[in-house]
């Protein structure tokens, strides 16, 4: 077998979501203090709900900062494929921190208010509390927005969060999106708790931003622990990998290829391919070496590659019969 030495490099689209992390993170610790001082004046549970989901997103945030920076850590002998999923495990404590810290205590905070209702005051201060967080909320969105869109290409925006790599931006778009909507939910309770004077609305938007955090982290919980036990390359990735390598000089076919995302810029490539049986061993060398170089000028993300000559009967290109290659049965081929 021939292993191919990994390459060692920066991660080519690694800023991609860094900046939507660190906007967020500014525009959320101002919304919290915001969302305090209204919790104090008024009493509102559903603002009070606010500041703490607030407080989470700070907390994730800067979750996903540290992970991305050790993420970038060189390869050991611990860690000899590096620490790239470290991002991932970020975002995954960032499903944990959003469910314990914001769903639970919402809804905890919402049913007390059920309870024990609570005359709000000074709800007028709540409301452009609430209409000032909104502006800085889709100030933050509108950056998430603009350093993903050109990834997303002509994907719907629940198809990029589905099936991106980048953590960073997975979070930060469902955070925002959910904070958007949490503020909107703040908004209408305390709204028609106001003009109804019963605090039922009030409780029920609580319940409401509770309820919306719990399906948000079990939306990335489960986004995120697919790609931490190892996600393959997407579809045009290995087509693009697949025709590199077969259209390399003295390789034949490929039997099986297996990819799978060692981080999000970071690919460990494996492949069983097929060479003319009457070339020496150097010659399949050196065949390889080429077909690994052409691979990582054609894919950047394929930072490890593993080929390894297969011995076996694969039909010929140019004739309809078949070229016997070395003992061993017909290749299967996957991807």
Do not use: C
Not at 19 to 34: D, F, H, K, Q, T
Not at 70 to 86: I, S, V
Not at 174 to 192: K, P, S, Y
């Amino acid at each position: 077998m021939w292993d191919v030495a990994e390459h060692a490099g920066q991660e080519g689209e690694g800023g991609h979501g860094t900046r939507s992390v660190i906007v967020a993170l500014l525009a959320n610790l101002g919304i919290a203090a915001a969302k305090f001082i209204g919790f104090v004046i008024t009493g509102a549970a559903s603002m009070l709900a606010e500041a703490i989901h607030s407080v989470a997103d700070s907390g994730n945030q800067a979750v996903l900062l540290i992970g991305g920076r050790r993420a970038r850590r060189a390869a050991d002998q611990q860690h000899p494929f590096g620490h790239g999923r470290t991002r991932y495990f970020a975002a995954f404590m960032v499903a944990v921190i959003l469910f314990s810290l914001g769903a639970l205590f919402s809804l905890f905070e919402g049913y007390e208010k059920l309870v024990h209702p609570h005359e709000l005051e000074s709800p007028t201060v709540a409301l452009i509390i609430l209409v000032v967080a909104i502006a800085l909320e889709g100030f933050s969105l509108r950056t998430a927005i603009k350093e993903a869109t050109p990834l997303r290409g002509h994907q719907t925006w629940w198809s990029f969060i589905r099936t991106t790599k980048k953590p960073e931006l997975a979070v930060v778009l469902l955070e925002d999106a959910a904070a958007m909507l949490g503020l909107l939910f703040a908004f209408l309770g305390i709204g028609l708790a106001t003009v109804t004077h019963d605090t039922f609305w009030d409780a029920l938007g609580t319940l409401a931003i509770g309820t919306l955090l719990g399906a948000v982290a079990v939306v990335l919980a489960i986004e995120m622990h697919s790609l931490l036990i190892g996600e393959a390359a997407s579809p045009a990735q290995q087509a693009v990998i697949r025709k590199t390598i077969e259209q390399s000089p003295g390789i034949v076919g490929i039997a099986d290829l297996r990819t799978m995302h060692l981080g999000p810029d970071e690919l460990l490539v494996a492949a069983r391919v097929v060479i003319d049986h009457s070339m020496s061993a150097d010659q399949a060398a050196t065949v390889i070496d080429n077909a690994s170089d052409r691979l990582r000028a054609a894919a950047p993300s394929a930072r490890i590659i593993y080929l390894e000559p297969d011995l076996a009967v694969v039909p010929a290109r140019a004739s309809g019969g078949a070229r016997p290659i070395g003992p061993g049965g017909p290749p299967s081929v996957t991807g």
